[in-house]
């Protein structure tokens, strides 16, 4: 019988196991023999009842604001490195141990009584999250917000710009969403993040391979934006947190920031900051003014007679699809000032098809008489992800329906399109 010192011990198990390389943690204090060599200093008190587990963008923020002000509910402390989220089930912090992510929550006055949660948003859609947080804190209640993916997506871009991320900055959020797989790798990241985390389904379908139907709670994001009280209790009734918290007295819609806030003493109000609820320029406005081709747009307007009001898609006779089936085809919008000629097909020009035309040239090619005809093509971001997360969001309703839950109206809005 041979043996080795500790460390190559360690490391000749490892070269024999290959497979037991990535840990597994479990709850010490749940087997006895863990439990009587466990030192006194440390606490099992120190692990969450409850995860809310993202996605990004859908109002888990708020979410957490307002179950802070509930008295028995407390959070785990802001993570040194990002200074938000802990992050432990979803990557590499996982590998820091149990030690480490204990040491986020504080000793909670009673433990029995008490709620600590942990909130990171990306835990949602990370493949290891729901495997990790089962065996760990299998009695954990989990929660999720849903927003309509497109939102959310768009929502995410807009987070990305005003963090200064290169590609966000590059690109308009339709080149991010539509492009293809020879795009830099930048972009190629961008773009997942903007869009992975919207397969609910699937996302949905793994947390409940590892935690129990009546564990999870899904929250209609819409309404936690237009109803938070309404939300908070059914929140509360779920996690079964005492006493009972009145959100309606202490809840009050805040004009300046467009959203619900924390009423405080004296009337003062206590929003997210600036990072939450930003003020951009809603999806599509971008295209609709021409962005893909604004170079183009400014040359030709400028020698229209009143180019700003020919801008506006609301002047138009309304975007008009062109050519091709498929849903992803751009939107050809007509803007028709003054026309000396009405042409026969908006979707034709001197006689060629605009679809075709719009492949590798400029609106310069297309306005050859510039006053005649001010054309804009929309491509319309909403047009492209509602197809793209079609067959996601069939899903997410099969899924619904057999949790025998109701449908947000952002999903029945768009089952109806699929139709
Ligand atoms: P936008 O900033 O794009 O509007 P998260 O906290 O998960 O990152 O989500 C941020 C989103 O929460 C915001 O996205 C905003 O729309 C939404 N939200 C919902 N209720 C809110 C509230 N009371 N205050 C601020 N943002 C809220």
Not at 328 to 343: F, G, S
Not at 357 to 362: E, K
Request: proline fraction near 9%; charged fraction near 25%; include cysteine.
């Amino acid at each position: 019988l041979q043996t080795l010192p500790p460390v190559q011990l360690a490391r000749k198990y490892f070269e024999l196991f290959p497979e037991q390389r990535d840990p597994l943690w479990q709850n010490p204090c749940d087997d006895k023999r863990h439990k009587d060599i466990w030192s006194r200093e440390k606490t099992c008190d120190h692990l969450p009842k409850f995860l809310i587990i993202g996605p990004q963008k859908t109002g888990t923020t708020a979410l957490c604001l307002f179950l802070l002000m509930h008295p028995s509910v407390a959070s785990s402390l802001p993570s040194p490195q990002t200074l938000e989220e802990v992050q432990f089930f979803n990557g590499n912090n996982y590998h820091k141990g149990l030690d480490w992510y204990m040491a986020f929550f504080p000793t909670p006055p009673n433990a029995t009584t008490d709620f600590l949660f942990e909130k990171s948003a990306s835990y949602f859609h990370s493949e290891d999250a729901p495997k990790r947080a089962a065996s760990l804190v299998p009695k954990a209640k989990i929660i999720t917000i849903l927003v309509d993916p497109s939102d959310r997506a768009y929502s995410w871009y807009q987070h990305q710009r005003s963090h200064g991320d290169p590609a966000a900055l590059r690109f308009d959020f339709h080149e991010v969403v539509t492009t293809g797989q020879q795009a830099p790798p930048d972009l190629l990241a961008l773009q997942r993040t903007c869009l992975v985390p919207g397969w609910y389904a699937a996302h949905l379908e793994r947390w409940l391979a590892y935690f129990a139907a009546s564990q999870l709670l899904i929250i209609d994001g819409q309404q936690l934006r237009s109803s938070p009280a309404a939300v908070m209790d059914e929140t509360q009734k779920f996690l079964g947190v005492t006493p009972h918290y009145n959100y309606s007295r202490a809840l009050t819609f805040d004009p300046q920031k467009g959203f619900w806030c924390q009423l405080l003493d004296g009337g003062k109000t206590k929003c997210l900051g600036k990072s939450k609820g930003r003020k951009y320029p809603p999806m599509d406005s971008e295209v609709a003014r021409g962005a893909p081709a604004r170079r183009e747009l400014a040359l030709v307007t400028s020698r229209l007679r009143s180019p700003r009001r020919h801008y506006e898609p609301r002047s138009s006779r309304g975007p008009r699809r062109c050519g091709g089936r498929s849903r992803t085809q751009p939107y050809l919008m007509a803007v028709r000032p003054k026309l000396r000629t009405r042409p026969r097909d908006p979707c034709r020009l001197h006689g060629r098809p605009v679809s075709g035309l719009l492949r590798g040239r400029g609106l310069r090619d297309l306005v050859p008489r510039a006053g005649d005809l001010l054309l804009a093509f929309a491509f319309q971001s909403r047009t492209f992800l509602s197809s793209y997360y079609r067959d996601h969001n069939v899903e997410l309703a099969k899924l619904l329906h057999r949790l025998g839950q109701p449908l947000p109206a952002w999903l029945r809005q768009e089952l109806q399109k699929a139709r």
